[in-house]
């Protein structure tokens, strides 16, 4: 999932400095909605391994 939000993030970069400034506003509005979803199954999974209990694999 973070990989994809690197991609539509270089994606954005690019067509902004080609002029397409629709594209690179989509593409960056895509990358900050998959990064904020990134970030909150990640502080679900980790108050979930807390709760459980269960220490973090090595």
Known sequence: MLGWTLMFLVIAVIAGLFGFTGIAGAAA???????????????????AN????KAPRP
């Open 50 to 53: 807390a709760i459980r209990g």
């Open 29 to 47: 509005g895509i990358a900050k909605i998959i990064f904020f979803i990134f970030v909150v199954l990640l502080v679900i999974s980790l108050v």
